[in-house]
């Protein structure tokens, strides 16, 4: 069973930095495209950087320059370090993978989330 684990969120202050990370585990033939998304209380999730396999990566305007995704394919790991944080950052972060499996097909898998809170 494939599963995503995201670790490394908690409270920071205003201008502080934080690195996610998410681990993938089980079974699986290779990880192609990976990304973070968030969504802060009352309002819909958004993206806020993805990878794909090649290193190409793209990122929310709110976050450029201040946020960086990137991975580790031999640990089958993605981070997102993120610096310059900011209240408005607040929210759960989901990381989410592209993953083909040996039987076949490829599906998109999520993490359960982990909190990010930037408060003073």
């Known amino acids: 069973q494939v599963q995503l684990v995201e670790s490394g969120g908690g409270l920071v202050q205003p201008g502080g930095s934080l690195r996610l990370s998410c681990a993938a585990s089980?079974?699986?033939?290779?990880?192609?495209?990976m990304g973070w998304s968030r969504q802060a209380p009352g309002k819909e999730r958004e993206m806020v950087a993805r990878i794909r396999s090649g290193g190409d990566t793209d990122y929310a305007d709110s976050v450029k320059g201040r946020f960086t995704i990137s991975r580790d394919n031999a640990k089958n790991t993605l981070y997102l370090q993120m610096s310059s944080l900011k209240p408005e950052d607040t929210a759960i972060y989901y990381c989410?993978?592209?993953?083909?499996?040996?039987?076949?097909?490829?599906?998109?898998?999520w993490g359960q989330g982990t909190q990010v809170t930037v408060s003073s």
């Open positions: 989410n993978a592209y993953i083909r499996r040996f039987a076949g097909g490829e599906y998109d898998y």
């Open positions: 089980g079974r699986f033939f290779s990880i192609n495209a």
